[in-house]
């Protein structure tokens, strides 16, 4: 919804007065897929699908939470914060408001109404859009009142941490650092070893970017991310001592075939040679970008899906049969999952001349392999978390 309809909104729902609006992204990462929790390079952008919340302070030691995308509504009492888990809506919001009190960040009472437009379950992160639109809303208010401030990075940390210790998924730092850093026009690439980075003008010649939601609902804790990681600490149980590496990122392919690959075996073998695959596949993607290679570019995106198909196993049929439509359609040059997987999105390299071709053509396939839609996005790259003035 846009800036002045919020506002009507909040004001309807708590009294006429002055609005705040606090905004962060959600995310596509373009390739580096799951290899930030193994230390690797990842390239998400940030898009124009966002969480706005509109907030106003209450003069109480309580958040009011609505949101305009569910009649759920949530109540938290600031001096008891930690107590709200479980919630049919308002997790997130909890989980960062109980970190950030525990960090030293003076909480003042507020009205808040949550505006996302990410999709939920669609894998451009919706969740970290609100953790990290929270995160920076409590800072900012905070720091009006002569309290603790956090950077933009800090602000990634404290929303990916309120999903690890409150929300139990232990996902890593990719989507949380993008939807704070984003940067209109640019990806980000992300060393998640030390949260280094630096931004890669998208610039993609005569192709454009086609995000392309499966509508088979991805989610993080009904799936087997965690077990996924576990496989990961299994296999770098064993390389780290082997071959003096702390990460599995830091192995390159020539030595996970000449010493590696023979220390493993079944599933976690398969698990490694991704990590070990797909961080190599990053290095590449940005030397593509930065020599508008993109045939190059578009053959990596899809290399790194049959990857996940058949060494990560994060697929799934409709991913599966979304891509599959997507690469055999007019004018892509290459197509991939994006995000956890499981179910959410792909994202597809497109001519820019072909894209009413392709999205027709790949929506047809699609329908006739799993029998209903997906929504298409032409994605436009955004700025991360901010305040709206
Ligand atoms: C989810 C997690 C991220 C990352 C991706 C896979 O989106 O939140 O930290 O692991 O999956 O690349």
């Given at each position: 919804m846009d800036d002045k309809t919020l506002k009507q909104k909040f004001c309807e729902l708590y009294g006429d007065g002055e609005v705040r609006l606090f905004a962060a992204a959600g995310r596509v990462n373009l390739i580096g897929e799951h290899i930030d929790y193994c230390g690797g390079l990842v390239l998400p952008a940030a898009l124009e699908l966002r969480c706005t919340i509109a907030a106003r302070k209450n003069c109480t030691k309580k958040w009011r939470l609505a949101a305009t995308t569910t009649s759920l509504t949530a109540e938290f009492d600031l001096e008891k914060i930690g107590e709200y888990k479980d919630l049919k809506w308002g997790n997130y919001q909890a989980g960062v408001a109980y970190i950030m009190q525990n960090d030293g960040f003076d909480l003042t009472g507020l009205d808040?109404?949550?505006?996302?437009?990410v999709p939920f379950g669609s894998g451009l992160s919706s969740s970290a859009a609100i953790e990290v639109a929270t995160a920076f809303m409590i800072s900012a208010f905070s720091g009006e009142s002569g309290g603790k401030t956090a950077n933009l990075t800090?602000?990634?940390?404290?929303?990916?941490?309120?999903?690890?210790?409150?929300?139990?998924?232990?996902?890593?730092?990719?989507?949380?650092?993008?939807?704070?850093?984003?940067?209109?026009?640019?990806?980000?690439?992300?060393?998640?070893?030390?949260?280094?980075?630096?931004?890669?003008?998208?610039?993609?010649?005569?192709?454009?970017?086609?995000?392309?939601?499966s509508n088979k609902p991805h989610s993080l804790v009904a799936s087997k991310y965690n077990e996924r990681r576990s496989e990961c600490e299994s296999a770098l149980a064993v390389l780290s001592p082997a071959l003096g590496v702390r990460s599995l990122a830091e192995i390159t392919p020539e030595m996970f075939e000449?010493?590696?690959?023979?220390?493993?075996?079944?599933?976690?073998?398969?698990?490694?040679?991704?990590?070990?695959?797909?961080?190599?596949?990053?290095?590449r993607a940005v030397t593509a970008l930065k020599t508008g290679d993109m045939p190059l570019f578009g053959k990596l995106l899809n290399e790194s899906h049959y990857s996940l198909r058949d060494l990560y196993e994060v697929t799934g049929a409709e991913l599966d049969a979304l891509s599959d439509g997507a690469r055999s359609s007019s004018g892509c040059l290459g197509s991939r999952m994006t995000g956890g997987g499981f179910g959410g999105s792909t994202v597809s390299l497109v001519k820019k001349d072909k894209v009413d071709a392709f999205i027709r053509e790949t929506s047809a396939k699609y329908r006739a392999a799993v029998g209903y839609e997906a929504t298409f996005y032409t994605a436009a790259v955004s700025d991360g978390a901010r305040e709206v003035l």
């Open positions: 808040l109404l949550y505006d996302c437009t800090e602000i990634a940390v404290y929303g990916k941490r309120a999903e690890n210790e409150y929300c139990g998924v232990s996902c890593g730092i990719m989507d949380q650092f993008a939807s704070s850093r984003g940067k209109s026009g640019n990806a980000i690439l992300l060393d998640c070893a030390t949260l280094k980075f630096d931004y890669v003008p998208l610039k993609l010649g005569d192709c454009e970017l086609v995000i392309a939601n000449t010493s590696g690959e023979k220390l493993l075996s079944g599933k976690v073998k398969d698990r490694a040679r991704h990590v070990v695959y797909e961080c190599d596949r990053v290095k």
